[in-house]
């Protein structure tokens, strides 16, 4: 019997990008396999998230290269973006705070920041079966009643999470999903992506930081940007090492590994 060959989730070919003069990224390649769990890392003004924006078609590689998603280099970019779903630290200032989690959850559905129904239909029994168990997953069903402006940060973006599955995406970008956590927060959040990782069907997750000990053992492949430019990319336990990092950051630094993790030490 003949071979199925496997379609790439995201496939990115020498992709430079310009604005105002600059050069923001500078011949990036990359490649997502269906499922892989990927953490791109990198300074402030690295590109990490002019990368995602490329990726997801909304910025066209004015400079050059080549984007396919699933196998495909032109798609229709409005259904594109329902694929890939897109989780901030910034998305949930835009969420209407008097939305029940709910109806946040299921707005994903739509493309919209704020469920409204009309002509273009309405949420389903299924829709709000499937809100509620991508709520289960990250632990936070009991908040289905609850506003989303009474929230905690943490909560907020587990419930963004749970929105983001509605449309089925085949990856997730989540872009600095704890920038303004504190310590707590953080942990509790993490650790729930780390048990989300786990799940079977789970798409594939892309998480953007500069924050080494962000990176959980679920993120088996590193990117490494630098200026635009990829450092390095592989498998995780071979790109958290002191020689790659001390390039990456400039610094001298000593790394503790403690649970999977990497925890580094300015010295």
Same mark, same amino acid.
């Not at 936070?140 to 509605?166: D, P």
């Given at each position: 019997?003949?071979?199925?060959?496997?379609?790439?989730?995201?496939?990115?070919? =020498?992709?430079?990008?310009?604005?105002?003069? &600059?050069?923001?990224?500078?011949?990036?390649?990359?490649?997502?396999?269906?499922?892989?769990?990927?953490?791109?890392?990198?300074? =402030?003004?690295?590109?990490? @998230?002019?990368?995602?924006?490329?990726?997801?078609?909304?910025?066209?590689? =004015?400079?050059?290269?080549?984007?396919?998603?699933?196998?495909?280099?032109?798609?229709?970019?409005? *259904?594109?973006? &329902?694929?890939?779903?897109?989780? @901030?630290?910034?998305?949930?200032?835009?969420?209407?705070?008097?939305?029940?989690?709910?109806?946040?959850?299921?707005?994903? &559905?739509?493309?919209?920041?704020?469920?409204?129904?009309?002509?273009?239909?309405?949420?389903?029994?299924?829709?709000?079966?499937?809100?509620?168990?991508?709520?289960?997953?990250?632990? !936070? !069903?009991?908040?289905?009643?609850?506003?989303?402006?009474?929230?905690?940060?943490?909560?907020?973006?587990?419930?963004?999470?749970?929105?983001?599955?509605?449309?089925?995406?085949?990856?997730?970008?989540?872009?600095?999903?704890?920038?303004?956590?504190?310590?707590?927060?953080? *942990? =509790?959040?993490?650790?729930?992506?780390?048990?989300?990782?786990?799940?079977?069907?789970?798409?594939?997750?892309?998480?953007? @930081?500069?924050?080494? *000990?962000?990176?959980?053992?679920?993120?088996?492949? @590193?990117?490494?940007?630098? *200026?635009?430019?990829?450092?390095?990319?592989? &498998?995780?336990?071979?790109?958290?090492?002191?020689?790659?990092?001390?390039?990456?950051?400039?610094?001298?630094?000593?790394?503790?590994?403690?649970?999977?993790?990497?925890?580094?030490?300015?010295?």
């Amino acid at each position: 019997m003949a071979s199925v060959k496997r379609v790439r989730a995201l496939e990115i070919r =020498n992709v430079s990008y310009s604005a105002d003069g &600059k050069r923001i990224l500078d011949s990036v390649s990359w490649a997502v396999e269906g499922g892989e769990h990927w953490a791109i890392l990198g300074p =402030n003004g690295s590109g990490k @998230t002019t990368l995602l924006k490329v990726a997801a078609g909304y910025l066209w590689p =004015n400079q050059g290269g080549k984007v396919y998603r699933k196998g495909k280099a032109l798609v229709n970019l409005p *259904e594109l973006r &329902k694929s890939i779903g897109w989780v @901030t630290s910034t998305l949930a200032a835009q969420i209407p705070p008097r939305e029940d989690v709910m109806r946040t959850v299921m707005s994903g &559905k739509f493309a919209q920041v704020g469920l409204v129904e009309g002509p273009w239909g309405k949420p389903t029994g299924k829709d709000y079966a499937h809100a509620e168990a991508y709520l289960e997953q990250m632990g !936070c !069903c009991y908040l289905k009643h609850q506003e989303f402006g009474t929230l905690s940060q943490g909560e907020q973006q587990k419930v963004l999470i749970a929105r983001a599955r509605m449309t089925r995406p085949y990856v997730i970008f989540l872009d600095e999903p704890c920038a303004g956590m504190d310590p707590g927060a953080r *942990e =509790n959040f993490l650790s729930t992506l780390q048990k989300l990782g786990r799940q079977p069907k789970v798409p594939a997750l892309v998480y953007v @930081t500069h924050h080494i *000990e962000e990176i959980l053992p679920l993120f088996t492949r @590193t990117l490494i940007l630098k *200026e635009g430019r990829v450092l390095r990319q592989g &498998k995780t336990s071979d790109l958290l090492k002191l020689d790659v990092l001390e390039k990456l950051y400039d610094v001298s630094l000593s790394i503790i590994k403690r649970k999977g993790r990497y925890w580094p030490i300015v010295t």
